[in-house]
T-cell receptor, first 115, second 113 residues
Framework: GAGVSQSPSNKVTEKGKDVELRCDPI?????LYWYRQRLGQGLEFLIY????????KSGLPSDRFSAERTGESVSTLTIQRTQQEDSAVYLC?????????????FGPGTRLTVT | GNSVTQMEGPVTLSEEAFLTINCTYT??????LFWYVQYPGEGLQLLLK?????DKGSNKGFEATYRKETTSFHLEKGSVQVSDSAVYFC????????????FGQGTILTVHP
């Protein structure tokens, strides 16, 4: 079946603008995760959804970042008033989280550049 | 908190050489351990996993054994190929089988013919 998809693949925006990043998880996967990868740094966890609720938002770096998930499917990560330090690749992952299947499968990422 | 430390790269090898990429971790409870690989221009892919002590994960000729006594999960391959050139990430989920992954910094591997 199809893997995790993300859109757009690339986004260039001006400082101060808002952006929305979209993630479509693997069908049937109840868990969804957002991470970011800044140049020269490792992957940072942002937020975790189980179904439509978010039991762990501990990685969101500021109140400019928010995310939602609807219908146990699509998730949107919104960054308001973007700053240059927000430039990164934003990765989404999903997992089944049942029957011993907890491994996460990643999408191709959205490369965000804030000018 | 949880943390993962990988050997610093880049690592450069000739084809058919033996590969080891060291990974050690700090975590509470009983984490699950993973190796992910990112080939040039591609997304992050799960390479192998181990969910309890002494488990050995293996895939595509790569192996890693969950060593609780040394808190390590070193990645090995007996004979690397040019196509193994990629960035390798060690990761764990802490305490439970699900939840956020904590990643190491990544190790760049380049294999020359």
């Amino acid at each position: 079946g199809a893997g995790v998809s993300q859109s757009p693949s690339n986004k260039v925006t001006e400082k101060g603008k808002d952006v929305e990043l979209r993630c479509d998880p693997i069908s049937g996967h109840t868990a969804l995760y957002w991470y970011r990868q800044r140049l020269g740094q490792g992957l940072e966890f942002l937020i975790y959804f189980q179904g439509n609720s978010a039991p762990d938002k501990s990685g969101l770096p500021s109140d400019r970042f928010s995310a939602e998930r609807t219908g146990e499917s699509v998730s949107t990560l919104t960054i308001q008033r973007t700053q240059q330090e927000d430039s990164a690749v934003y990765l989404c992952a999903s997992s089944l989280n049942s029957g011993g299947r907890y491994e996460q499968y990643f999408g191709p990422g959205t490369r965000l550049t804030v000018t | 908190g949880n943390s993962v430390t990988q050997m610093e790269g880049p690592v450069t090898l000739s084809e058919e050489a033996f590969l080891t990429i060291n990974c050690t971790y700090t975590a509470t409870g009983y984490p699950s351990l993973f190796w992910y690989v990112q080939y040039p221009g591609e997304g992050l892919q799960l390479l192998l996993k181990a969910t309890k002590a002494d488990d050995k994960g293996s895939n595509k000729g790569f192996e890693a054994t969950y060593r609780k006594e040394t808190t390590s999960f070193h990645l090995e391959k007996g004979s690397v190929q040019v196509s193994d050139s990629a960035v390798y990430f060690c990761a764990l989920t802490g305490g439970t089988s699900y939840g956020k992954l904590t990643f190491g910094q990544g190790t760049i591997l380049t294999v020359h013919p």
